[in-house]
């Protein structure tokens, strides 16, 4: 029987999983940091309240009645050459260490948020929240609906980075609240965003539209390279006072994956359909981690897990499962009339065509909202094998 280990228990690792675990003479093992998995896609409105974090979060017990096996800890090494991951208890325990073989490996632990390139990060990291992690987005909620007059600053940095319109949702967002408490000619909102124009670019025509209409301030090709207790520097310069900071830092692959020669800022690949590391044949990327020419996104997540997942089944002489690089994605637009109803933008990319071929509805609407929600729950559902009851 081959073993597979999985590193990551979120979207791309449990793809991968469920994928194989079908599979008779195929063992499944997931190695993940936490005994839930918290859903990123609709986080955003928990800021607005049109999100609970009990419709999000999923627990792994009914994978294991599927044969997927879930260990939980934190892997601190890959040993290419030994076919062995190492793990521990904690991130920082020097004890406890644990060892797993593999006769293939798939790594999918999504990324590290680094500032440390950020000058005054290690000191001022407690102004900064994001909508990227559970606990931040909940303390920048708090700053939010506390906060009469002042200045917002968010910040998106180079591309490519995790969900990709989230910097955007969150400036509309912010701005509805501070609408519906009726505060938003108090507040000013400045998007700081690192690339040409606000991502993904296939839409960034239509947020400019409502930046324009809502008074938000938008300074593109701008790092920010300084952060002070009340203050960001941008490269060129440029000094902005905040009363909010909403930063995302640079993106990057957990620090084991450079120390096992496997990459660098991202895993190396040998290319969109072959997952596989240049170097071993045993080892795969997939989701955020993986080098793609792609935005990294859930579908995306879901599309290179099972192209990874195809592979294996491939060298292992059992049928494949059909997947291509093509998704429809949704992008809060707040409301600017300062109702907590947000509505949406759909756009679709399709990256099996060169060059890829973009699609969007430019009037934002409610009912792209709940597609994008029903879409969460169908994933969340069928990964983790039940359904949220109210």
């Not at 190695?31 to 419709?55: C, H, K, M, W």
């Not at 520097?233 to 909010?244: A, C, H, L, Q, R």
Request: glycine content about 6%; charged content about 25%; some cysteine.
């Amino acid at each position: 029987m081959k073993n597979v280990l999985v590193i990551g228990g979120g979207i791309a690792g449990m793809t991968v999983a469920n994928a194989l675990a079908e599979k008779k003479d195929i063992k499944v093992t997931v190695v993940t940091d936490s005994p839930y998995y918290f859903a990123g896609p609709s986080r955003p409105l928990i800021l607005t309240n049109e999100q609970r974090y009990s419709r999000t979060i999923r627990g792994y017990e009914e994978s294991g009645k599927r044969g997927i096996k879930v260990v939980f800890g934190h892997v601190t090494k890959v040993s290419p050459e030994n076919r062995e991951v190492i793990m521990s208890e904690t991130t920082t325990s020097n004890f406890s260490k644990t060892k797993i073989s593999y006769d293939y490996l798939v790594v999918a632990p999504g990324v590290t948020f680094d500032g440390s390139a950020i000058n005054g990060y290690e000191k001022f990291w407690y102004n900064n929240t994001t909508v990227y992690d559970p606990g931040r987005v909940h303390v920048l909620k708090e700053r939010i609906w506390n906060l009469n007059s002042g200045k917002v600053i968010v910040y998106a940095p180079k591309a490519p980075y995790r969900c990709a319109p989230a910097p955007t949702e969150t400036a509309l967002l912010l701005y509805t609240i501070l609408k519906f408490k009726g505060v938003q000619d108090k507040v000013e909102i400045v998007h700081i965003d690192a690339n040409d124009k606000t991502q993904p670019p296939v839409i960034a025509d239509v947020v400019s539209k409502i930046y324009e209409k809502a008074g938000i301030k938008l300074v593109t090709n701008q790092e920010i390279t300084e952060i002070g207790d009340n203050y960001v520097v941008t490269k060129s310069g440029e000094k902005y006072n905040f009363d909010v900071l909403a930063m995302l830092e640079p993106n990057r692959a957990p620090k084991f994956v450079e120390e096992a020669g496997l990459g660098k800022t991202w895993m190396d690949i040998r290319g969109p359909q072959d997952l596989r590391h240049p170097k071993y044949d045993d080892i795969f990327s997939a989701g955020d981690i993986a080098n793609l020419p792609f935005p990294k996104n859930q579908e995306i997540a879901f599309e290179t897990a099972n192209f990874a997942a195809n592979k294996i089944l491939e060298m292992e002489s059992l049928p494949k499962n059909p997947v291509q690089y093509a998704f429809i994605g949704w992008a809060y637009m707040g409301n600017i009339e300062g109702k907590l109803e947000t509505i949406s933008v759909r756009f679709g990319l399709d990256f099996s065509t060169q060059p890829p071929k973009p699609s969007k509805d430019t009037e934002p609407k409610k009912e792209y909202t709940v597609q994008k929600d029903n879409w969460e729950q169908a994933y969340l559902d069928r990964l983790f094998g039940y359904k949220y009851q109210n």
